[in-house]
């Protein structure tokens, strides 16, 4: 039986969910906890399964231990590997602590971009996932940094989220950002630049105007990763967004809105809804 299959059977979603480092990092504790509430929301009254993917273990790291490094850029592989050793058990227990409220667990899954290639790995990864969202604990998914190299890295977490998308047959991908959305240009250096709210398919014009770089400078991953990995899931027909990680209940908006949306009525969701393709 599919995974679609099984979900449909039981009435259940499955979201991929991705905070991205800033977010993370200048959200702190009390942001995390927002977010595991609206998890646990989702689970209770919306009947939705999230897979969260987070980033910010090196900053982490970075911020908290090792102070000389905070604000070096150009940081030697070794150096990004340790950090990443360092801060990825910081970042779980704070996720940790967070689900705790709820009286939920979380378990750690550290990947490189081998497991999904390989496809036996890849199949244990989604049977290992599929146990975990059956127990409702909450799949906390991270890149190994600690033992990525350059061959076998993702680039950044939008991408690993988009694929574990893909390979769980997801039904929405969410990724927290730290801007309200995609805009028609850079917001940053025009004023009066215009949130896109609402995306049929992604050209390759879109992908071309698109910087590489990160928005805050703490991540890797800027706008341009956020939209190819949102050109990943939809191609697969799944629906994809963009919205501000700090955004009041952005989760429980897009359930809300999907819900409207199910029963023909006008909706609108916050950040930018990129429509999968049927």
Do not use: C
Request: charged share 25%; proline share 3%.
């Amino acid at each position: 039986e599919s995974l679609v299959a099984k979900r449909s059977r039981a009435r259940r979603e499955l979201w991929i969910v991705k905070a991205g480092s800033h977010m993370v990092i200048e959200g702190g504790p009390r942001l995390i906890a927002s977010w595991m509430k609206q998890v646990d929301e989702l689970s209770k009254r919306h009947h939705v399964d999230v897979i969260w993917v987070t980033s910010g273990a090196i900053a982490t790291a970075k911020r908290s231990k090792v102070k000389s490094l905070e604000k070096k850029r150009g940081l030697l592989l070794p150096e990004k590997q340790a950090l990443s050793a360092l801060g990825q058990p910081m970042i779980m227990e704070i996720y940790k602590k967070a689900l705790a409220k709820r009286g939920r667990l979380g378990s750690q899954v550290l990947l490189t971009a081998e497991d999904l290639s390989n496809r036996h790995r890849r199949t244990n990864l989604v049977q290992t996932l599929s146990t975990l969202l059956e127990w409702r604990i909450l799949p906390i998914l991270n890149e190994n940094d600690a033992v990525s190299t350059e061959e076998i890295q993702f680039g950044d977490n939008d991408r690993l989220s988009a694929l574990v998308a893909v390979h769980m047959a997801a039904d929405r991908l969410v990724l927290l950002t730290d801007v309200e959305g995609l805009y028609d240009s850079d917001p940053k250096k025009n004023p009066k630049a215009k949130k896109v709210s609402e995306l049929k398919s992604i050209s390759t014009r879109l992908v071309r105007s698109l910087s590489p770089v990160s928005i805050s400078g703490v991540g890797t991953g800027g706008m341009l990763s956020k939209i190819l990995a949102a050109r990943t899931s939809t191609h697969q027909g799944i629906t994809t967004h963009l919205i501000k990680g700090d955004h009041p209940d952005a989760l429980l908006k897009i359930a809300n809105g999907a819900k409207r949306a199910r029963g023909k009525r006008a909706t609108s969701f916050p950040g930018t809804i990129i429509h999968g393709r049927k």
